[in-house]
C-alpha cells in the first residue's frame, strides 16, 4: 500500500516556475515507477512525466520536453516535478501516481495508487 500527498502548487503568471513534490509513504517506493499526471476543466486526465524505479530512466510528453523535469529521492520516498517557462494551458490539477512495474506508463489505468492532486494555475 503506498499513500501518496503532492503539494507545491499555487498561482504562477506565465513564464514562471513550480515546483511540485510528491511525499510517499511506505518502505518500497523504491520499487515503484511514478508519474506525473494532470487534468484540465472539461478535458481528460493526461500523462505528464514519469521516472523509473531508479531515477535512471525518464519519459515526458511532448509538450512539456525541455521545460519541465522529474526526479526521485529514494531516501526520502519523494518524486519531485519542476516545471519552468510555465503557460496558461498549463493550469490544472497536478496528480502523482505510483506503479509497481519496471515500465514507465503514459495511460492512468497502469497506476495503482493516486494521490489527491494539487491546483496549478498560470496567469498570462
Known amino acids: 500500500q503506498v499513500q501518496l500527498v503532492e503539494s507545491g502548487g499555487g498561482l504562477v503568471q506565465a513564464g514562471g516556475s513550480l515546483r511540485l513534490s510528491c511525499a510517499a509513504s511506505g518502505r518500497t517506493f523504491s520499487s515503484y515507477a511514478m508519474g506525473w499526471f494532470r487534468q484540465a476543466p472539461g478535458k481528460e486526465r493526461e500523462f505528464v512525466a514519469g521516472?523509473?524505479?531508479?531515477?535512471?530512466?525518464?519519459r515526458y510528453v511532448d509538450f512539456v520536453r525541455g521545460r519541465f523535469t522529474i526526479s526521485r529521492d529514494n531516501a526520502k520516498n519523494t518524486v519531485a516535478l519542476q516545471m519552468n517557462s510555465l503557460k496558461p494551458e498549463d493550469t490544472a490539477v497536478y496528480y502523482c501516481?505510483?506503479?509497481?512495474?519496471?515500465?514507465?506508463?503514459?495511460?492512468?489505468?497502469?497506476?495503482?495508487?493516486w494521490g489527491q492532486g494539487t491546483q496549478v494555475t498560470v496567469s498570462s
Open positions: 521516472i523509473n524505479w531508479s531515477g535512471g530512466q525518464t
Open positions: 501516481a505510483a506503479d509497481r512495474t519496471i515500465f514507465i506508463g503514459t495511460e492512468s489505468r497502469e497506476y495503482e495508487y
